[in-house]
């Protein structure tokens, strides 16, 4: 009984300390929050009272002085009005005062600083009486004339924190009387005499008078247990800390996700068989240097996740060789091994004449696929040139893949990206036994939407040849089945996010991408953050005290437009921050000849320069618009130094800046803003999410963010670097990989003759 006796002490004393210490913190806050609206009403009847004083001041008249403060002496828990000369001698007293403090000097201890509408208050105690004494300096032209003093009652605040604590106390009493009688009946009932049972059953256990009905693991919780559990099971217990051991670091591994362990899942799952990737960029690049070649590494999330895939297996990438100096650094086969230091897997470069990739890239997948997904309001442009070159590119690219598979048994391919929507079928005819997954890296539209394009059977005929398709979120998902459920003859399974069609399935899944990891940084703090920005600031020839930034491609998808909007109606709102807050917005220009992206950067030039037109002072502009490519060495320098990222797509798939900006924060500050139509926002649900069509939304919480509070700006962010950190791009490519690896192929003969000549899309 005194275990019980001692455990519901302890329980009604920690909830008694808490309700206590909780109450004490509201009690603070209620209390500063009741002396602020005193001092708030304080302050406005003395400037107020300013306006009338000062004329009669200036004028000497005492009787108009007076009959002022009388008119206004009779205000809620107002004690008096005085007005004072210069030397300290009242001119004018309310009655009242005089009444109840004879003598009473009522100018404050704390000086105001003598600028007008400055004034300063202080509480004090005068002959057993609460007061508010607030005062405002007097002036009569720019010499000063005297001083108003304004004193209020503040006993009612006391008054109300007396009664608050009664009512405290009261309710504590009620609550820990109660808890400690429910505690007591629960322990009696639920703990007490199941362990008396339980003990009595072991013992009779161990002396094997009984057959083990009773899980010894619920006695291994209380302590009077734990001498006989350890008696019986002793010769379980390695075997048993040895599993649990096993289990702990399965979650642990689970929880991180790095390169090294992506290889080793890679090389498990694919056993003897080889993995082909296509992607419309390729992972390394050539270009002229003088007489030389020089290798460009291309800034993208997917080399970062793949090039580990293929470093593992030996495996193949095809790409567009799109770099100047391409062709004299591959063989006769088209090929190149890299890593250019450490070559380790195949790139298999494929080549397109400046027609192909102009109606091919530019021309069907950048006008009229990527419109077209992304409701961004910009109409889609389709020609029909532009598909044949399109539906040429994707024969291209099946006829390399073809080849680089020939003699691979059951070959694995992973095709990325929207500029492919006919590759899978055109592989998987001529090559059933292949394993064949496409990732859709832009969202997918709704049916209506999607039903704008005249080739939308072609496309998701090419689409439904794959085993499996990505997508980054499942509303993606279910837009593609439903899109394919009206527009095709399949059969859709819903309960397996599936579609039938032809004998042949396809599944469909969502496969967050992400970056790297959010590795923490114990050097940095906020004096280095501070740092950084300042040396920015000189750096960009600004003077300003906050810094905000935008990372984007300079595409109408991104919000920039709107972002600037926000931008100028924040510096509207809160005027406080003009000359403190300038914003940088990283661009780096983006498929320029097609005409809307070139009139796109001409308009968002057009609106920078305007609102820093309105805006700017000598040393300070509100935005800076850096219209160059940027490495992810300087790119990270902004994100290190920023109080805020601005992250406002109209509509994305994921956007991986937001994910980057929290990564390179290694120590855990800087707000994030992010838009509501973004795939990130799923996942970091601590960023302030807004609608980027909400110009005052948007300025609020900018306002917000760089108001946080400290804490609560480390908390948000040490949660969403860990979200980054557990579902990094490596887990991505893990799971995308091992959902493929379950791919059941249907019984079809390998056709080796199509190999080289695929079938074409009708």
């Keep these: 009984m005194r275990p019980n006796i001692r455990l519901v002490f302890s329980l009604v004393a920690v909830l008694a300390l808490a309700s206590l210490l909780f109450s004490y913190v509201q009690f603070r806050a209620e209390k500063q929050a009741l002396r602020q609206d005193l001092r708030k009403r304080a302050q406005i009847l003395a400037e107020s009272l300013q306006e009338s ?51 009473v000097n009522f100018m404050p201890s704390v000086p105001a600083d003598g600028a007008r509408g400055s004034g300063a208050g202080e509480f004090r105690i005068l002959n057993g009486n609460h007061l508010f004494i607030y005062s405002l300096p007097l002036s009569a032209g720019d010499a000063p004339a005297g001083t ?81 559990v350890a008696s019986l099971v002793q010769s379980l217990t390695a075997a048993r800390e040895s599993a649990e051991k096993e289990a702990r670091l399965r979650e642990a591994n689970e929880s991180t996700w790095t390169a090294e362990r992506l290889a080793v899942h890679v090389r498990s799952k694919l056993n003897s068989s080889r993995l082909f990737v296509v992607s419309n960029r390729e992972p390394y690049m050539h270009a002229k240097e003088g007489k030389s070649a020089k290798v460009i590494v291309p800034a993208s999330g997917l080399v970062t996740a793949l090039e580990p895939i293929l470093l593992a297996c030996d495996g193949t990438w095809i790409a567009h060789g799109s770099g100047d100096a391409d062709r004299q650094t591959v063989d006769k086969h088209d090929h190149i091994q890299v890593p250019p230091d450490d070559p380790r897997y195949t790139l298999r470069r494929v080549w397109l004449s400046k027609n192909e990739e102009e109606g091919y890239y530019y021309g069907f997948a950048n006008e009229g696929l990527w419109p077209l997904c992304h409701i961004a309001h910009t109409r889609p442009v389709f020609r029909a ?103 095709l ?54 003077e300003a005290l906050y810094l905000g930034v935008g990372v984007d491609r300079v595409d109408y998808t991104k919000g920039i437009l709107e972002r600037f909007l926000a931008i100028e109606r924040f510096l509207d709102r809160y005027p406080r921050y003009q000359g403190k807050f300038t914003f940088v917005q990283i661009g780096a220009p983006s498929r320029t000849h097609i ?24 040393r300070w502009r509100p935005i800076l618009f850096l219209k160059r490519h940027h490495s992810h060495e300087e790119i990270g320098r902004y994100y290190r130094a920023a109080d805020v990222c601005l992250v406002t797509s109209l509509h994305d798939g994921m956007n991986l ?53 400290p804490k609560e700006r480390r908390a948000r962010m040490q949660r969403m670097r860990q979200t980054v950190k557990e579902q990094n791009i490596y887990r991505w490519a893990g799971n995308l990989i091992a959902e493929l690896c379950q791919v059941r192929l249907e019984a079809k003969e390998t056709t080796r003759e199509r190999a080289v000549n695929p079938p074409s899309v009708a």
């Design 385 to 487: 040139r532009d598909f044949e070159h399109y539906r040429e590119a994707n024969r291209k690219f099946a006829k390399a893949v073809l080849e680089e598979m020939e003699g691979t048994e059951n070959p694995m391919l992973l095709i990325q990206d929207y500029h492919f929507a006919l590759l899978p079928q055109m592989i998987k005819q001529a090559r059933p036994d292949a394993r064949v997954a496409i990732f859709w890296h832009i969202p997918w539209p709704n049916p209506e939407a999607f039903n704008i394009c005249p080739w939308q059977r072609e496309l998701l005929e090419g689409l439904l040849g794959a085993d499996l398709i990505g997508f980054h979120i499942q509303s993606h998902c279910d837009n593609f089945l439903e899109t394919a459920n009206r527009a």
């Design 595 to 618: 005409k809307r992206y070139h009139d796109f950067l001409a308009e968002v030039e057009a609106e920078a320069e305007r609102i820093n037109w309105r805006f700017r002072t000598e």
């Design 148 to 228: 108003l003093a304004v004193v209020h009652d503040s006993g009612y605040i006391n008054a109300q924190s007396q009664n608050y604590w009664r009512q405290t106390f009261l309710r504590v009493s009620v609550e820990v009387f109660l808890t400690g009688l429910m505690a007591l009946l629960i322990i009696r009932l639920i703990i007490s005499r199941p362990v008396a049972k339980t003990v009595q059953w072991m013992k009779a256990l161990r002396a094997g008078k009984v057959l083990p009905r009773q899980s010894s693991s619920d006695g291994d919780l209380f302590t009077p247990l734990r001498h006989e």
């Design 53 to 103: 004083v000062e004329p009669a001041l200036q004028k000497g008249s005492r009787r108009d002085l007076q009959r002022i403060v009388e008119r206004f002496g009779d205000r809620e828990h107002l004690t008096g009005i005085a007005v004072y000369n210069t030397s300290g001698t009242p001119i004018a007293m309310t009655p009242g005062l005089t009444t109840r403090f004879p003598g």
């Design 657 to 709: 800046v937001a994910k980057e900006f929290v990564a390179s924060r290694g120590d855990s500050d800087g707000a994030l803003i992010l838009s509501c139509f973004t795939g990130a926002c799923r996942e970091l649900r601590d960023a302030l999410v807004v609608n980027p069509y909400d110009t005052e939304q948007m300025a609020a919480e900018i306002h917000f963010a760089l108001e946080m509070d």
């Design 489 to 542: 003859e399949c059969r859709v399974e819903w309960e397996h996010f599936a579609v039938n069609r032809e004998s042949h399935t396809t599944m469909v899944r969502p496969f967050p991408i992400s970056v790297a990891g959010a590795e923490d940084a114990p050097a940095a703090d906020f004096r280095s953050a501070n740092a950084a920005r300042e040396a920015l600031f000189k750096e960009l020839g600004v």
